[in-house]
């Protein structure tokens, strides 16, 4: 049976780095401060924000949850933009997405000020992940994969690396992040020819196509290390699920992630540490 690699002792140990930080920043006067943007109420974004909430109050950081309706206006969005660009006592914003396809998400994502970018949404912080530059900061799930790996000591010099999903949020950041590890990064997505057999040639596998089910037994091989990035609602069995079938992965590769319990804590604590990152570059 394959090691189950946990967020929680990854997300605990970065919490231990930040406690320090986010204290010093509230002794100076300058408390570090989320917003949360969320259109409407998904299952997924509910979950996270809770593991939000949660991550931030063990570190003193400052929560406010913005709250619009799934049919809400696109004024009303950007509205509600403008209101966290221009409180300074905001250091970070937390947009959820996708949003609803009645709203224009490029404008949302472009109208946020990129200096309270805290989960690369603007063109500037997609800049700094593609070229490997200090600008802004990189997606927090994207960030988080790599974090994870890190703690677990998987060394990715050369490692040939498979990515599953090419969105903006997750699936080419991610790819980017790999290579600038050094590994050898394939990119595949749900369209991708003989997908199964891509996904079993990999050492590092990433799956990160959103939908339950993308990859089973025959997508993957003995030794792989398995990262399950999908957060889906299994209406099916009424509960949260990944990307990855995990019952039947489990028994066949060397580690996997569990979902939920693996990369989402993880992904948590990365946004605690950009929005204090954010406070630190304010003050």
Not at 123 to 129: A, E, I
Not at 139 to 168: H, K, M, N, Q, W
Request: aromatic letters at 4%.
């Amino acid at each position: 049976m394959a090691k189950e690699l946990r967020g929680k002792p990854v997300a605990d140990a970065l919490t231990e780095k930040l406690i320090p930080r986010a204290a010093a920043l509230a002794e100076q006067g300058n408390t570090p401060k989320l917003a949360i943007l969320r259109v409407g109420a998904r299952d997924d974004d509910l979950s996270y924000e809770r593991g939000a909430l949660k991550r931030c109050a063990s570190l003193g950081i400052e929560v406010e949850s913005i709250v619009l309706d799934a049919d809400c206006t696109q004024d009303e969005l950007m509205a509600a933009i403008e209101r966290i660009n221009s409180d300074e006592t905001i250091h970070g914003c937390l947009m959820f997405r996708p949003l609803p396809k009645t709203l224009d998400e490029a404008a949302a994502c472009a109208a946020l000020d990129p200096s309270k970018d805290v989960d690369c949404i603007t063109s500037g912080s997609l800049y700094g992940v593609f070229a490997n530059r200090p600008v802004g900061f990189a997606p927090c799930t994207a960030e988080a994969v790599i974090e994870l790996l890190g703690f677990y000591g998987y060394d990715l010099t050369g490692a040939r690396a498979t990515v599953v999903g090419r969105s903006l949020v997750i699936g080419k950041p991610v790819s980017m992040m790999l290579q600038a590890k050094n590994a050898t990064v394939t990119m595949c997505h749900t369209r991708t020819k003989d997908l199964a057999a891509e996904c079993a040639k990999a050492e590092i596998l990433v799956v990160a196509a959103g939908h339950i089910g993308t990859a089973g037994a025959a997508s993957v091989a003995p030794g792989q290390v398995v990262i399950d990035v999908g957060i889906n609602w299994d209406d099916k069995n009424n509960k949260l699920a990944g990307d990855v079938l995990y019952d039947e992965v489990a028994p066949i590769v060397d580690a996997i992630t569990p979902v939920p319990g693996g990369v989402g804590s993880v992904t948590t604590a990365i946004l605690a540490k950009h929005v204090i990152e954010a406070a630190e570059r304010r003050a």
